[in-house]
T-cell receptor, first 116, second 109 residues
Framework: IAGITQAPTSQILAAGRRMTLRCTQD?????MYWYRQDLGLGLRLIHY???????GKGEVPDGYSVSRANTDDFPLTLASAVPSQTSVYFC???????????????FGPGTRLTVL | EDKVVQSPLSLVVHEGDTVTLNCSYE??????LLWYKQEKKAPTFLFML????IEKKSGRLSSILDKKELFSILNITATQTGDSAVYLC?????????FGAGTILRVKS
């Protein structure tokens, strides 16, 4: 693994189903993020984690949950998917240990999710 | 409310042209402004700007920040078809990024 990987690449899901999007990084970055990208709205932060064991809500957290059991993995779960959650989801990570803040975020390749 | 506004929303130019992309922001606790290029998939990092008036340059791309007027520009000279992409501006506040909607650039050969 080099950088950030996401799985699946794409998924079509029936409304009401539960879905977990996976994200793994091998850069030992302490901070990780989940964004959704919709046309005309840019990237919007869903949830973030500054370090393993902690998480925080972003701009659009409703309907999503995350966990950060270890440094490398940051899964995003949709407990009961709805059509408005159709989007492209990006995971990102950054190294905040220097105290420089969000600094440079490195992005995964994205997951295209369609909820019918 | 924190916001980042990019203009134009989209732009079509011919190879060799010079383009200027704009990013204005209203963010509390500003720390830095970043530019990303997004082609088919993940955004890739271009520049991070923290100080006013200091130009960052990489090849044909350059960027500058004005913290008094709260904006940044990204210039691309001698454009090539490979410059076609969505260019994203993001502003860091606290430890999070707020993104603009992006500028879609298409360079025609």
């Amino acid at each position: 693994i080099a950088g950030i990987t996401q799985a699946p690449t794409s998924q079509i899901l029936a409304a009401g189903r539960r879905m977990t999007l996976r994200c793994t990084q091998d850069m030992r970055h302490n901070a990780m993020y989940w964004y959704r990208q919709d046309l005309g709205l840019g990237l919007r932060l869903i949830h973030y984690s500054n370090t393993a064991g902690t998480t925080g809500k972003g701009e659009v957290p409703d309907g999503y949950s995350v966990s950060r059991a270890n440094t490398d993995d940051f899964p995003l779960t949709l407990a009961s998917a709805v059509p408005s959650q159709t989007s492209v989801y990006f995971c990102a990570s950054s190294d905040q240990r220097t105290g420089a803040g969000a600094d440079t975020q490195y992005f995964g390749p994205g997951t295209r999710l369609t909820v019918l | 409310e924190d916001k980042v506004v990019q203009s134009p929303l989209s732009l079509v130019v011919h190879e060799g042209d010079t383009v200027t992309l704009n990013c204005s922001y209203e963010v509390t606790n500003f720390r830095s402004l970043l530019w990303y290029k997004q082609e088919k998939k993940a955004p890739t990092f271009l520049f991070m700007l923290t100080s006013s008036g200091i130009e960052k340059k990489s090849g044909r791309l350059s960027s500058i920040l004005d913290k008094k007027e709260l904006f940044s520009i990204l210039n691309i000279t001698a454009t090539q078809t490979g410059d076609s992409a969505v260019y994203l501006c993001a502003v860091e506040h606290g430890n999070k990024l707020v993104f603009g909607a992006g500028t879609i650039l298409r360079v025609k050969s």
